[in-house]
């Protein structure tokens, strides 16, 4: 059983910041990535930002140059620095751990990130 727990979210002005984390814990092997997905009303779930196992690192367009995903492998944690946000970065933001050579996906529970103009 694997358990991802994301804390961080919130509600900030445009060009603000906010850094969002996410600790997985359970039964864990052989971590291929981790990353961070969102998604807004009425549009499907996109990636963000995922970090390899290596530390090789890879953003969606949109926010390359304002985000930044680190991740500390002792703690089995990803974080997500978010600068200079805009109110289209407003979405449900969602931790995603990637294992094992069959790529399973696990999931946290979302957490709202609401930018106000």
């Known amino acids: 059983q694997v358990q991802l727990v994301e804390s961080g979210g919130g509600l900030v002005q445009a060009g603000g910041s906010l850094r969002l984390s996410c600790a997985a814990s359970g039964s864990i092997f052989s971590i291929n990535a981790m990353g961070w997905y969102r998604q807004a009303p009425g549009k499907q779930r996109e990636l963000v930002a995922a970090?390899?196992?290596?530390?090789?690192?890879n953003y969606a367009t949109s926010v390359k140059g304002r985000f930044a995903v680190s991740r500390d492998n002792a703690k089995n944690t990803v974080y997500l620095q978010m600068n200079s946000l805009k109110p289209e970065d407003t979405a449900v933001y969602y931790c995603?751990?990637?294992?094992?050579?069959?790529?399973?996906?696990?999931w946290g529970q979302g957490t709202q990130v609401t930018v106000s103009s």
């Open positions: 970090i390899g196992s290596g530390g090789s690192t």
């Open positions: 995603n751990l990637r294992v094992g050579s069959s790529q399973l996906d696990y």
